[in-house]
């Protein structure tokens, strides 16, 4: 069976955005702009199947790079089997985080043939294990999706407090604003968690981000960019 990973572009906004460094252990700082793995979070938000994974390719920054700070009370212990007094484990932390984003996401949906996908394997050695499955209805069913605004969670801007809104546009016919007259070096950035390599604790992913004219183009999972 021939075919061809189809991409499709979202536009993503929101009041609110933390796209959390994981550097910097106390005070939550957000990067300037939205990380690949949060993108790919906010497809997943609208469609996912073990049979698809999403490649985020490319990030346009549509709105001005701009901080607010919020001093919030958190609780500075994780939940087990005895219980928390939130008295007793309340902090209050400062974070700086974007306001008002707005994002066009473009990401590439790529079918996982079954002798691919973790846990399962195929009596077939150059063939899909289910030969009637047909990769075009996973692009169907979440350009049905996205659409209509449906979504399996509500996504998010980071983190779940900053909830998003979307919609699904067509960068060929669509009219839409342009990306910022920016350009900057953001620097080693976060890309993405390496779920492939260990399920439970996955390593990290950074790769070197950089914006010209308001326009991140991100590399593939297994390019020499990304950093391991």
Not at 19 to 34: A, G, H, M, N
Request: hydrophobic residues 35%; glycine residues 4%.
């Amino acid at each position: 069976m021939e075919y061809i990973d189809k991409e499709f572009c979202l536009e993503v906004w929101g009041p609110l955005a933390c796209f959390t460094r994981p550097e910097l252990k106390v005070e939550r700082v957000s990067y300037d702009v939205i990380t690949p793995s949060a993108a790919r979070a906010i497809f997943e938000a609208i469609f996912w199947k073990p049979a698809i994974h999403w490649q985020v390719t490319k990030i346009e920054v549509l709105n001005p790079i701009n901080w607010t700070s919020v001093r919030r009370n958190e609780v500075g212990a994780v939940a087990s089997k005895n219980p928390i007094f939130i008295e007793e484990k309340r902090q209050q932390k400062n974070s700086l985080l974007l306001r008002d984003v707005r994002y066009r996401l473009y990401a590439k949906l790529e079918f996982i043939p079954v002798r691919k996908r973790k846990g399962e394997q195929s009596s077939l050695i150059d063939e899909p294990a289910h030969l009637d499955e047909n990769p075009a209805k996973y692009n169907a069913m979440f350009e049905r999706r996205a659409s209509k605004g449906q979504c399996f969670t509500q996504p998010y801007l980071g983190t779940r407090e900053c909830s998003a809104s979307f919609k699904l546009v067509n960068p060929e016919t669509d009219e839409f604003d342009v990306p910022i007259k920016e350009s900057r070096d953001l620097g080693i950035m976060l890309y993405d968690m390496d779920f492939e390599t260990d399920t439970k604790n996955p390593p990290a992913m950074f790769y070197r981000a950089k914006m010209e004219n308001g326009v991140i183009i991100v590399p593939p999972k297994d390019s020499e960019e990304i950093l391991r």
